[in-house]
């Protein structure tokens, strides 16, 4: 078998780049010759490897969207293996996948296939979270200085600034055969269970065809506040609407930041569906 391994050397401090030797070998004991290249992100990283029956990734929720969108691009579909070295890594963690880079790499040489889905957003793909409101878009507003130095508390800077400036953002939500208008502070669009490694969508699965939806409904600050901490200690407060469906379209006259695996993503409305088992991953 012929492979590559795509990394982000910017991603979990560089630490990939000490074991690149170490990992190629252990693929060379399973018969997979391992290619490896350096992410650009301005550049296709699967240039001359539109051959390749495994795919590497080694990087956070973004570099794995960012390479996932390119093999669609490109039009083919190999094997996809995920060594986490991002920050939360929360596609890598629903797959179970361990946090040690040989370790995550000897399951991947030594798995096999499964299929998992993911979700698609207005012709792009995302495979764990596609979020927007209060605390969402917290990965993209977190310089990767501040996230290299302290981790996941770098987050908290941007989420303090975030709380200040809540608000409600009207919606007309369109999933399955209901249709409904909602005043909304946050709204998380799963295929995956956790954001920023926080459960919040325990049930989810990456391989049922179904996208998990959370949406917090608004009240006043002090109450929304309360609200958002008795979901995540499975209050299950009533202002906490979670649907469940194959598509969804939402639609706001606001114009909001989004965010698709901790990256930008797009203006509404938006149309999300599940690609049931579009991945093929190897673990």
Do not use: W
């Not at 953002?169 to 490694?197: Q, R, W, Y």
């Amino acid at each position: 078998m012929r492979g590559v391994l795509l990394y982000n050397s910017h991603a979990g401090r560089g630490r990939i780049t000490k074991h690149i030797d170490e990992i190629v070998e252990i693929f060379r004991q399973r018969d997979i010759e391992l290619a490896t290249r350096e992410i650009a992100f301005d550049a296709d990283p699967l240039e001359g490897y539109d051959d390749v029956e495994l795919v590497v990734i080694s990087g956070g929720d973004g570099t794995i969207n960012f390479v996932v969108n390119k093999l669609r691009q490109r039009g083919i579909n190999p094997q996809i293996g995920i060594i986490p070295s991002g920050t939360a890594n929360d596609f890598a963690g629903a797959l179970k996948m361990p946090r040690n880079t040989l370790r995550a790499a000897r399951r991947i040489a030594e798995g096999t296939e499964h299929s998992i889905d993911c979700g698609e957003v207005d012709g792009s793909l995302f495979v764990n979270v596609l979020s927007f409101g209060v605390l969402t878009t917290t990965s993209q507003q977190t310089s990767d200085r501040e996230k290299h130095m302290v981790g996941k508390l770098a987050y908290l800077r941007v989420g303090a600034k975030d709380l200040m400036t809540m608000h409600p953002i009207p919606l007309h939500v369109k999933c399955n055969d209901e249709e409904f208008d909602i005043d909304a502070v946050m709204c998380l669009v799963f295929n995956g269970e956790t954001a920023g490694s926080f459960h919040l969508a325990p049930d989810a699965k990456l391989d049922d065809g179904l996208l998990d939806i959370l949406i917090l409904e608004y009240h006043n600050p002090v109450t929304t506040c309360i609200n958002m901490l008795r979901h995540l200690v499975k209050g299950n407060p009533e202002a906490v609407h979670h649907l469940r469906c194959q598509s969804i379209e939402i639609t706001s006259p606001l114009e909001e930041r989004t965010d698709v695996d901790g990256q930008p993503g797009p203006s509404f409305p938006m149309h999300i569906s599940c690609k049931v088992g579009a991945l093929r991953i190897r673990y």
